[in-house]
């Protein structure tokens, strides 16, 4: 069973940073992604990157989010960078493969002053 497990998340001020990690256990996975769920909102994608590196990202975060990844450490990070209170959610790591997505227990992201 794949297990996930994300860190890096906290409190902080609007324009500050954050990077969060999450590593998945297995066998390199094709694609992996970030995720957030505002209370009372539906879950939606943050960004997602490839084994390749080929990167995606919501408008909302472009410019300000940066995906990376560690192949050999099957471990990919978020640097948040700029945020804003909009940002603050719960942040899920998912990492698919042929049997569906396997997530984190997500790490809470809350940017307040």
């Known amino acids: 069973q794949v297990q996930v497990v994300e860190s890096g998340g906290g409190l902080v001020q609007p324009g500050g940073s954050l990077r969060l990690s999450c590593t998945a256990s297995g066998s390199i996975f094709s694609i992996m992604g970030w995720y957030r769920q505002a209370p009372g909102l539906q879950r939606e994608l943050v960004a997602t990157?490839?084994?390749?590196?080929?990167?995606n990202y919501a408008t909302s975060v472009k410019g300000r989010f940066t995906i990376s990844r560690d192949n050999a450490k099957n471990t990919v990070y978020l640097q948040m960078n700029s945020l804003k209170p909009e940002d603050t959610a719960v942040y899920y790591c998912n990492a698919p493969d042929r049997s569906g997505p396997n997530w984190g227990q997500g790490t809470q992201v809350t940017v307040s002053s």
């Open positions: 990157i490839t084994s390749g590196g080929l990167t």
